[in-house]
């Protein structure tokens, strides 16, 4: 079965500073993997995706991830945070389950920007 | 990518009475999520609904409890039934688009039962 574990349940990082919210996942065979972000009150939206190819994938508001298949890690970074990236960070995993795709979602990262 | 609107956006009900969420779609899907995101969790997986046919529940989950439908294409609705507090969640539906099944999520419906 596939998991998904975001160590941090939340990060402060002051504005303008890096920042890197942990994602590893445990699945014996392939799977896409996902960045999703929640602003206040609002749905889920996706951030960046992995399929395949390069391991370096960029994504919406300057966000960017490295999929690491060896520490089957998908790491979100981003090198200078706003305030308005103040938000919840979900991490996924999708792969094939009997004939369809089944999603799991990590337990997510409250990102914390502070002024 | 499609657009995605619930109604209602928040409810505060009282136990034991019951609520039905909607769900609308901009664009004809085959698949629609229903999912829980219950207070400081991810989110869970309630059911698939697709259209002409019974939805399909995840484990813990019961038709008597979030029965749904799938009237059309582009529209689908979730009951929460004889609610207690610990049905108070955000209830999300989501369609899938893309070769790869990217998930797009309505904004959601933040529920509070007393």
């Known amino acids: 079965a596939q998991s998904v574990t975001q160590l941090d349940s939340q990060v402060p990082v002051f504005e303008e500073a890096p920042v890197e919210l942990r994602c590893n996942y445990s699945?014996?065979?392939?799977?896409?993997l996902f960045w999703y972000v929640q602003y206040p009150n609002q749905g889920l939206q996706l951030l960046l995706k992995?399929?395949?190819?390069?391991?370096l994938v960029k994504g919406i508001n300057g966000f960017e991830a490295e999929f690491n298949k060896s520490q089957t890690s998908f790491h979100l970074r981003k090198p200078s945070v706003h305030i308005s990236d103040t938000a919840e960070y979900f991490c996924?995993?999708?792969?094939?389950?009997?004939?369809?795709?089944?999603?799991?979602f990590g337990t997510g990262t409250k990102l914390q920007v502070i002024p | 990518s499609a657009v995605i609107s619930q109604k209602p956006s928040r409810d505060i009900c009282q136990r034991g009475t019951s609520l039905t969420i909607q769900c609308q779609v901009d664009?004809?899907?085959?698949?629609m999520f229903w999912y829980r995101q219950q207070p400081g969790q991810s989110l869970t997986l309630i059911a698939t609904?697709?259209?002409?046919?019974?939805?399909?529940?995840e484990s813990g989950f019961v038709i008597d409890k979030f029965p749904i439908s799938r009237p059309n294409l582009t529209f689908s609705t979730l009951t929460v039934s004889n609610m207690s507090p610990e049905d108070s969640s955000i209830y999300l539906c989501?369609?899938?688009?893309?070769?790869?099944?990217?998930?797009?999520f309505g904004p959601g419906t933040r529920l509070t039962v007393l």
């Open positions: 989501s369609v899938e688009e893309g070769p790869y099944n990217e998930q797009f």
């Open positions: 699945s014996s065979v392939s799977v896409y």
């Open positions: 992995y399929l395949s190819g390069s391991t």
């Open positions: 996924a995993v999708t792969l094939a389950v009997g004939g369809y795709q089944k999603v799991t």
């Open positions: 664009s004809q899907v085959t698949m």
């Open positions: 609904a697709n259209q002409g046919s019974e939805a399909t529940y």
